[in-house]
């Protein structure tokens, strides 16, 4: 189950970076991706800067704001 939990998490994470960030969906494939990749960069951000939570909504915040710092990332380097 904590596999599919985390995939579901993964999949609305990166959504919700996409259209915070872009304005756009990306599909659910790359939704996917930036969300668990997000899902890294968010905890391990979190846990860098002290903050520690539990629950599916902490997973999902971390998630998102790690989607949004990847979507950003991207972002600069597509630029150059």
Do not use: P
């Amino acid at each position: 189950m904590g596999l599919i939990l985390s995939i579901v998490i993964g999949i609305l994470a990166g959504y919700l970076g996409s259209i915070i960030f872009k304005g756009s969906g990306l599909g659910l494939i790359w939704n996917l991706i930036v969300g668990l990749i997000g899902g890294v960069i968010g905890g391990a951000l979190f846990e860098f800067l002290g903050f520690h939570g539990q629950g599916i909504i902490w997973q999902l915040i971390a998630a998102t704001v790690g989607a949004i710092i990847l979507l950003w990332i991207v972002s600069l380097l597509r630029r150059k």
